[in-house]
């Protein structure tokens, strides 16, 4: 087990008051320094990718519009929730750098399992738009090359954040060699392609209000048996903590127990079928107490 970060994360800047804060990973850091985590899971230091490699899952124009906006003075939006700034760019990169270096090291079997403590988070990101705080999708770019070395012909992405991972099923809705499972509060944003019928795209809506045992059931109905059929070489989590119960963008009351129960169950099937091989990377989760303690369970069973 490995943990993937870069003190850049912290630099991308958002105005004030702002939901995704880089408190998130400041909080969640010192969090695993003062428990101890720290301590027993080594920790790597993220590389960036490169512009050639972030162009595997998205548009030139999409990689020439973050620069764009890099380059303009002072923080400028993408879109109305989504900001970058002078560093923000840089950020993004090193984000998606640290999923790489992940799976990198994962497919050639130094480690089985790593946990990447990242922002801006990336599974908004569409093939060519930035979007709900997102700016490069750092999960579908590591996929995509994944799925480049011979030893991978699947992956699976898993992503239990509570908002519904558009960016991901937008840039792999016609490759089915991508199985994308992905449980939201519906209705909310984004209400971009959560209907979408693929064989390979699970959509797992849930109602507000929803308790832990509800999700559970909607899982274990719909990701388990696609994860079967597919039976992936890899598995992906986009891991949103945001379905907390005390979280302040959404209405599902999940609590740590039922990110640690969907964490061992995907334990069990990455163990099964895909040689133990797991790479997460932090998504949404803005109750920096609530986040916190979802992500010390997530990365402790990650650990089993």
Known sequence: MRIYTHSTCIEHEVPAGHSEQPDRLIHLLAHLDQTGMSKEIPYYQATPIDKTQALKAHDADHYQELERLTSEKGLVPADPDTWVGSKSLKAALLAAGAVHDATTAIILGQESRAFCAIRPPGHHAEKNGMMGFCLLNSIAISATLALEEESIDRVAILDFDVHHGNGTVDIFKDDPRVLV????????????????????????????????????????????????????????????????????????????????????????????????????????????????????????????
Do not use: M
């Open 181 to 304: 499972c992905s449980s939201f509060q519906d209705p909310l944003y984004p209400n971009r392609y959560f209907d979408l019928e693929r064989p390979h795209i699970i959509n797992t809506p849930l109602t507000a209000g929803s308790t832990g045992k509800q999700f559970q059931s909607a899982i274990s109905n719909t990701w388990w048996p696609a994860i079967e059929s597919h039976e992936p070489d890899l598995i992906f989590i986009s891991a949103g903590f945001d379905a907390h119960e005390l979280d302040p963008l959404a209405d599902i009351n999940l609590s740590e127990t039922d990110f640690r129960w969907i964490t061992r169950q995907i334990v069990g099937y990455a163990n099964q079928y895909a040689e133990g091989r797991i790479v997460s990377a932090l998504e949404g989760g803005y109750h920096l107490e609530a986040l916190a303690a979802s992500a010390h369970a997530h990365i402790e069973e990650l650990c089993c």
